[in-house]
């Protein structure tokens, strides 16, 4: 297998919006469609647990999953924050995809599939998201001991015994739980990096968050910015290219001498659909009538035919469009493993390119067995000898 050679500085970051397009930003794509699914499902069951006719819930909100804005009280709440709990795990799972495909292909493994990404991230989830509770269960810790310190401090001579002369130590506690915050955050950043690269586990992914913000805390953030600007301009990109991809189609297929009003009537069906779907491009929304000579407005019924051909353009727009969130994820967890891959090198002074994992241990092991299998003269032939 052919490795990939880093420069193990900043040029290597501006590798993840290309190596972003292709198997990782369709492992992402699979976690936001499995999140609009469940957000749509829990959109329904929510409002449905409120008293609201399934009819009426349809008429509101279509095909369009609207957790974030649709009001909701008492179990309704509990469904509208277990869409949202769903997604955020979907998507980090997805990261963590993503990092063990980009540290595959950076060994020369240019076969390991989105599947592969995904079979493993479901394999090791636990030190992904242990590895930041961890951190936070840290914290809380030190800010109940600490709560219930300044509670005994307020009665005469505890305030001596407990604030005065142990002031000494919660300062340094202070500035422990600080850096804790911060590396928090590092932690919820990194962790799918940490697991996916170096195989660590909970402990190894909570100590990993806190040593990165310790020894590399320039280069970490300078890397975290690089890293979000390339997103950014990723996915204004290709935003502007689908843009113009359905601007081209609207061109085309939109004239009177070709689809026409046939044309209009199938993308009205996509707006039935979605109903009000807010983050479609403008270029998607069109009038739900047409003007005559005459001056009045005539609605377009579409053949049944046209209504097929509406969902089935409905959908293949949806995924378009969430494709454009999904590259930008993407880079991002490409970004965040190379820094982290770059990161160690510069920390630890070790390749995790070179270092074997547990997939290539286990070839060895095998081919090893193999070998010692073949060598190994049969039974038979060791008799007659």
């Not at 500085?9 to 992402?28: H, Q, S």
């Amino acid at each position: 297998m052919l490795e990939t050679q880093l420069y193990f500085n900043f040029k290597d970051l501006f590798r993840a919006p290309r190596l972003a397009f292709g198997r990782r930003t369709l492992v992402i794509l699979e976690a936001l469609l499995a999140s609009y699914v469940i957000q749509l499902i829990l959109t329904y069951v929510a409002l449905l647990a409120e008293g609201n006719s399934f009819g009426s819930i349809w008429n509101d909100f279509h095909l369009l999953p609207a957790l974030f804005s649709c009001p909701a009280s008492g179990i309704g709440k509990f469904f509208v924050g277990l869409g949202r709990i769903s997604s955020l795990i979907l998507v980090i799972l997805g990261m963590t995809a993503v990092a063990k495909i980009t540290i595959k292909e950076f060994k020369g493994n240019l076969f390991y599939s989105s599947k592969d990404g995904w079979r493993w991230a479901f394999n090791n989830w636990f030190p992904v998201f242990f590895g930041p509770i961890s951190i936070a269960i840290i914290i809380t810790f030190f800010v109940i001991l600490a709560a219930f310190m300044g509670w005994l401090a307020q009665w005469p001579v505890l305030d001596i015994l407990i604030y005065g002369l142990l002031f000494a130590i919660f300062l340094p506690t202070a500035l422990f739980l600080v850096f804790s915050c911060l590396a928090l955050l590092s932690g919820m950043i990194m962790s799918p990096s940490i697991v996916a690269c170096a195989e660590e586990d909970t402990m190894g992914s909570m100590f990993g968050a806190y040593t990165l913000l310790w020894n590399q805390p320039v280069r970490m953030i300078t890397y975290l910015a690089i890293t979000l600007a390339t997103a950014f301009i990723g996915y204004h990109l290709l935003y502007l290219f689908i843009l113009l991809a359905y601007k081209f189609i609207h061109l085309v297929f939109g004239q009177d001498v070709l689809m026409g009003n046939a044309y209009l009537a199938i993308r009205q069906v996509g707006l039935d659909l979605f109903s009000d779907f807010n983050f479609l491009p403008s270029y998607f929304e069109v009038p739900n009538r047409l003007t005559i000579s005459s001056g009045s407005a005539v609605y377009i019924a579409p053949s049944a035919t046209q209504a097929i051909s509406g969902v089935l353009v409905a959908f293949a727009t949806l995924i378009a469009i969430l494709s454009i969130p999904a590259y930008a994820i993407s880079t991002l967890a490409t970004g965040f493993a190379t820094s982290f891959i770059v990161l160690t090198k510069h920390k630890d002074d070790q390749d995790l390119i070179k270092r074997r994992d547990a997939d290539e241990r286990a070839e060895e092991e095998s081919a090893k067995e193999a070998e010692e299998a073949q060598s190994d003269p049969p039974e038979e032939e060791a008799k007659k000898e």
